[in-house]
């Protein structure tokens, strides 16, 4: 008598270092190491913050700014909560903005040089926005649409000429940087047409700057991150797509080229409007997307991490420019630049070393 053993049913497989998180129907695939490090860098924002709060021109305690952060009466109300928060909520949605729109652009060209301010799109954002301060339009409702315009405007020029019956990386990153020379060429021309007045302020919006800026920069910014979440999440899943081949994603069904458009134009918007809120902050979207990436050991950008990092360079950055030289307050731009600049010269000479 021949005896049946039952086979167990299969297994679903799943790549190492992946836990699956489900809830009901709905599952979600998550990297372990990924979870960590967000865990890890949402706990040195949240350090980070307290201590921006807490340092200044005059010291308040981490308890009387956990009071004003809960809404609780305290005697630091008006340093905390007037003139700390709204800059400090400015640099976090800033350095978000700027890491999210990073990872996404790096992601299409399949290039770590490939940022919002080497291919030109900050720089376009940021003429369109002093032309539009030039001519006398100074409205916080007006200027981030001036300079999403001019940021979209930017990256199409550079996508139609750097197209060649394909989208080529190294071919997309040189049009990126000479179109952003003739960008800052032309914003040098309109401060130096404007108001005296107008071409000081635009002078240091131009460095990327927190000073003065709160709920006014703040809200469209916060608007527009609100309205591209579900675009986000999107973006999310369609990154492991765009990080293949050419030939291997169209093998799998991808439609590439809508992929890369749909990411191109997120990370387009986030720089455009992070540029309109604080100015054009160097080299955050550069540095974050690929710390996040080594962090994580993934072989995609993690979108989370990389919004993280981007707030957390931002909020150190600007922590180190008003305290560094007190009572003299220096652009967060300033440091961003004095870490980017370096790490950009390494980028390059890394990759005419693997070449």
């Not at 489900?22 to 980070?48: D, E, I, K, N, Q």
């Not at 049009?175 to 240091?204: E, N």
């Not at 050991?297 to 600007?318: Q, W």
Request: glycine share 10%; with cysteine.
């Amino acid at each position: 008598m021949t005896r049946v053993v039952e086979s167990p049913p299969p297994v679903a497989a799943r790549p190492a270092g992946y836990a699956v998180l489900r809830a009901g129907r709905c599952s979600v695939l998550l990297h372990r190491r990924a979870v960590v490090v967000a865990v890890v860098l949402a706990v040195l924002l949240a350090v980070t913050v307290v201590a921006s709060l807490c340092l200044g021109q005059s010291y308040v305690s981490p308890g009387e700014v956990v009071r004003v952060l809960l809404g609780l009466p305290s005697p630091d109300e008006l340093v905390v909560g007037t003139l700390r928060l709204p800059r400090l909520v400015t640099g976090l949605l800033v350095g978000a903005a700027f890491g999210l729109a990073g990872g996404l652009i790096q992601t299409v060209a399949r290039n770590p040089l490939a940022s919002p301010d080497v291919i030109g799109v900050t720089h376009g954002a940021g003429a369109a926005t002093v032309a539009a301060m030039t001519f006398g339009v100074t409205s916080y409702a007006v200027l981030p649409y001036v300079s999403v315009a001019g940021g979209l405007g930017a990256a199409l020029l550079v996508y139609l000429l750097a197209w060649r019956g394909g989208l080529h990386a190294n071919r997309f990153v040189l049009i990126g940087i000479g179109i952003s020379v003739a960008l800052a060429s032309l914003t040098r021309l309109f401060v130096t047409k404007g108001d005296y007045l107008v071409a000081q302020q635009a002078k240091v919006w131009l460095t990327g700057s927190l000073n003065g800026r709160g709920y006014d920069q703040a809200a469209p910014l916060a608007t527009i991150l609100l309205l591209l979440l579900p675009f986000l999440v999107w973006a999310a899943r369609a990154q492991r797509g765009a990080d293949f081949g050419d030939d291997t994603a169209v093998a799998l069904g991808i439609r590439l080229g809508r992929v890369r458009l749909g990411l191109s134009a997120l990370g387009v918007v986030l720089a455009s409007a992070a540029t309109a809120a604080a100015g054009p902050v160097d080299f955050v979207a550069l540095l974050a997307p690929q710390i996040a990436r080594r962090l994580t050991r993934t072989p995609h950008i993690p979108p989370v991490c990389s919004a993280l990092m981007g707030a957390l360079i931002v909020v150190v950055a600007d922590l180190m420019a008003r305290r560094l030289l007190s009572p003299l307050e220096l652009p967060v731009g300033v440091f961003t630049a004095v870490v980017g600049a370096p790490y950009l010269m390494w980028l390059i000479v890394r990759s005419r070393a693997r070449r």
